[in-house]
C-alpha cells in the first residue's frame, strides 16, 4: 500500500536553532513529493516539492528539503528556526499515476520557543 | 483572486440532518478535491474531480456525494449526518500543469 510516514507527533526546538521534519515514504514509481503548513484555523499552504532533479529543493519562508531515494525520505529543514514557524506540518505524495490526489502523513507539530 | 473559498466557516447539525459545502475556485483549475482532517489521522480525500463533469471516490466517500457544477465549484453533501461526521473539511484544487493543491480556508462541522 502507498503510505506516508511522519513519524513524529511533535518536535521541539529553540529559536535559532535549525530544524528537521522528518518524512519518510512508500510508493510505486518515482514519487512526487510535498511539503504543506497549516496554522492554527487557517487552510494548508504549500512549502515545497520535488518531482525530479536536484535532490535538495528550496521552498518558501527559508524551508528546504532533501530528497532520499535509497532511504525513501524527504526531511523538511530549516537553518535558524523563528517562533512563527510553530506550526503544523505535512508530508504528502503523489503517487505517479494519472488522476489520483495527495497521500497525507498525519502531521507534526511545530513548537519553536523563544 | 480570492483563490479558493469555503462556506459555511462553521456548521452545527443535529444527527440525520443534510448540508452542503460549497466550494469555489477562481484560478481556471481543472481538478478539485474535497478532504476532511480529524486530530492525529492527517487529511484523507473524501472524493474528487479531474476534470468539468468527472467525479471519483476517495479513501473515505461513504455518506458523501458530491457534484462538480461547473469548472469553478465542487460541492460537498451530506444526506443524513451523523456524529462520526465531525471534522473539518477542506476544498482544494490543481491546475492540471501543476501537481501541488491549492486549499481553501476550511469549514468546520459539528454534528451533535
Known amino acids: 500500500a502507498q503510505s506516508v510516514a511522519q513519524p513524529e507527533d511533535q518536535v521541539n526546538v529553540a529559536e535559532g536553532n535549525p530544524l528537521t521534519v522528518k518524512c519518510t515514504y512508500s510508493?510505486?514509481?518515482?514519487?512526487?513529493l510535498f511539503w504543506y503548513v497549516q496554522y492554527p484555523n487557517r487552510g494548508l499552504q504549500f512549502l515545497l516539492k520535488?518531482?525530479?532533479?536536484?535532490?535538495l529543493v528550496k521552498g518558501s519562508y527559508g524551508f528546504e528539503a532533501e530528497f532520499n531515494k535509497s532511504q525513501t525520505s524527504f526531511h523538511l529543514k530549516k537553518p535558524s528556526a523563528l517562533v512563527s514557524d510553530s506550526a503544523l506540518y505535512f508530508c504528502a505524495v503523489r503517487p505517479n499515476q494519472a488522476g489520483t490526489a495527495l497521500i497525507f502523513g498525519k502531521g507534526t507539530t511545530l513548537s519553536v520557543s523563544s | 483572486n480570492a483563490g479558493v473559498t469555503q462556506t459555511p466557516k462553521f456548521q452545527v447539525l443535529k444527527t440525520g440532518q443534510s448540508m452542503t459545502l460549497q466550494c469555489a475556485q477562481d484560478m481556471n483549475h481543472n481538478s478539485m478535491y474535497w478532504y476532511r482532517q480529524d486530530p492525529g489521522m492527517g487529511l484523507r480525500l473524501i472524493y474528487y474531480?479531474?476534470?468539468?463533469?468527472?467525479?471519483d471516490k476517495g479513501e473515505v466517500p461513504n455518506g458523501y456525494n458530491v457534484s462538480r457544477l461547473n469548472k469553478r465549484e465542487f460541492s460537498l453533501r451530506l444526506e443524513s449526518a451523523a456524529p462520526s461526521q465531525t471534522s473539518v473539511y477542506f476544498c482544494?484544487?490543481?491546475?492540471?500543469?501543476?501537481?501541488?493543491?491549492?486549499f481553501g480556508p476550511g469549514t468546520r462541522l459539528t454534528v451533535t
Open positions: 510508493v510505486s514509481g518515482n514519487p512526487y
Open positions: 520535488y518531482i525530479t532533479g536536484d535532490n
Open positions: 482544494a484544487s490543481r491546475e492540471g500543469s501543476r501537481y501541488e493543491q491549492y
Open positions: 474531480s479531474a476534470s468539468e463533469g468527472t467525479t
